[in-house]
C-alpha cells in the first residue's frame, strides 16, 4: 500500500464546475505540499500545508493532520486548469532532513469548455 | 526566480549506450535529486545528493549511478541503457532547511529517454 493516495485517479470536469482532489497518507509528516504539472512534464508547487488552510486565486489547500488527509479544491474551473495534481508529503524520521518527498501517483484534471 | 535546467527536452538512444543527463540548478541549492515518472507509477526517487560528492540511493537505483562534483550540477548516468529505462526523468532541488522546513523542491523541465 502506498503511504499516499490520490483519489481520483482521474477526473473529468466542465467549465465552471468546483472540483475536489483528496489525498490521504498513512504516516506522520511536518508538511504537505501540492504541485501542478502541466502537459509537457513541468511541475510547479502549488502549496505547502503543516495544518490548516491556504487559498491563492481560485485553488483552496486543506489539510486535516488529524485525519491525515488533505484537499485540493478549484473554484471556477477552466480548461486551463487541465494538469496534473500530485499530492506529496514530507515524512517525519530518518532522512527527512535531507528534503526528500514521498510522492502519490497524481490526479489526471481534464476540464472541458 | 530559481531556475532548474536539464540538458535535454528529448533524447533517443540504443541498447547498451551510456547516458548522461545533466541537471543545473542556479539558486545554491544543498539537496538535489533524480526521478523517473512513469504512467500509474507516479515520481519514483532515483538518487539524490544533499552536498558536494554526497549521494545516497531513492528507491529505484539499480541501473543508474550519479555524480556531483560541484553543488549546482548533478548528472544522471545510465552505465548501460535497457529499455525498461525509457521514462520521463526529472531533476529537483531545494534549500537544506532541517527537520522542520518546507523543503519545497524546484523541478526541471524534464528529459523524454527513449530506448531503442
Known amino acids: 500500500k502506498n503511504e499516499v493516495e490520490q483519489s481520483p485517479q482521474n477526473l473529468t470536469a466542465q467549465e465552471g464546475e468546483f472540483i475536489t482532489i483528496n489525498c490521504s497518507y498513512s504516516?506522520?509528516?511536518?508538511?504537505l505540499h501540492w504541485l501542478q504539472q502541466h502537459p509537457g512534464g513541468g511541475i510547479v508547487s502549488l502549496f505547502m500545508?503543516?495544518?490548516?488552510?491556504k487559498k491563492h486565486g481560485r485553488l483552496i489547500a486543506t489539510i486535516n493532520i488529524q485525519e491525515k488527509h488533505s484537499s485540493l479544491h478549484i473554484t471556477a474551473s477552466h480548461p486551463r486548469d487541465s494538469a496534473v495534481y500530485i499530492c506529496?508529503?514530507?515524512?517525519w524520521g530518518g532522512g527527512t532532513s535531507y528534503g526528500k518527498l514521498t510522492f502519490g501517483q497524481g490526479t489526471i484534471l481534464t476540464v472541458h469548455p | 526566480d530559481v531556475k532548474v535546467t536539464q540538458s535535454s527536452r528529448y533524447l533517443v538512444k540504443r541498447t547498451g549506450e551510456k547516458v548522461f543527463l545533466e541537471c543545473v540548478q542556479d539558486?545554491?541549492?544543498?539537496?538535489m535529486f533524480w526521478y523517473r515518472q512513469d504512467p500509474g507509477l507516479g515520481l519514483r526517487l532515483i538518487y539524490f545528493?544533499?552536498?558536494?560528492?554526497?549521494?545516497e540511493k531513492g528507491d529505484i537505483p539499480e541501473g543508474y549511478s550519479v555524480s556531483r562534483e560541484k553543488k549546482e550540477r548533478f548528472s544522471l548516468i545510465l552505465e548501460s541503457a535497457s529499455t525498461n529505462q525509457t521514462s520521463m526523468y526529472l531533476c529537483?532541488?531545494?534549500?537544506?532547511?532541517?527537520?522542520?522546513?518546507?523543503?519545497?523542491?524546484?523541478f526541471g523541465p524534464g528529459t523524454r529517454l527513449t530506448v531503442l
Open positions: 529537483a532541488s531545494s534549500l537544506r532547511t532541517g527537520f522542520r522546513g518546507t523543503d519545497t523542491q524546484y
Open positions: 506529496a508529503v514530507k515524512l
Open positions: 504516516v506522520g509528516i511536518s508538511a
Open positions: 545528493s544533499y552536498d558536494v560528492k554526497m549521494k
Open positions: 539558486m545554491d541549492h544543498e539537496n
Open positions: 500545508l503543516s495544518s490548516g488552510k
